[in-house]
């Protein structure tokens, strides 16, 4: 059974650093697509993220481009997302996800709207407020 757990959400001040990490179980993950999604309070759920199985090729909502990195380490089932310069409007429960999918057609569809995710965690509170 596939199960992703996110971690490292909590309150932080706007301009500052926050690390989440999404830790894997169930199957050999090497090969998927993985990838962030948010939800602010009243808002549908929106892309933020997306990685290939190899890592090299990513994905990113304008809103987080240059300020968000998404990274993998295959072999360890673990993904991150390094968010720095942090934002009120980040303010969001983020939401790890995976997928046996994993070409560039597929990642890019998912970044498009077009393609959803199979597999999804219960997600982690990230509170920018000063």
């Known amino acids: 059974q596939v199960q992703l757990v996110e971690s490292g959400g909590g309150l932080v001040q706007p301009g500052a650093s926050l690390i989440l990490s999404c830790a894997a179980s169930?199957?050999?993950?090497?090969?998927?697509?993985m990838g962030w999604f948010r939800q602010a309070p009243g808002k549908e759920r929106e892309f933020v993220a997306i990685v290939n199985w190899s890592g090299e090729d990513t994905l990113y909502a304008d809103s987080v481009k240059g300020r968000f990195t998404i990274s993998r380490v295959n072999g360890a089932n673990t993904m991150h997302l390094q968010m720095n310069n942090v934002k009120p409007e980040d303010t969001a429960v983020y939401y790890c996800?995976?997928?046996?999918?994993?070409?560039?057609?597929?990642?890019?569809?998912?970044?498009?709207?077009?393609?959803?995710?199979?597999?999804w965690g219960q997600g982690t509170l990230v509170t920018v407020s000063s």
């Open positions: 169930g199957r050999d993950f090497d090969a998927w697509a």
């Open positions: 996800a995976a997928d046996p999918r994993a070409g560039g057609p597929y990642i890019r569809a998912v970044a498009r709207g077009r393609q959803s995710m199979g597999h």
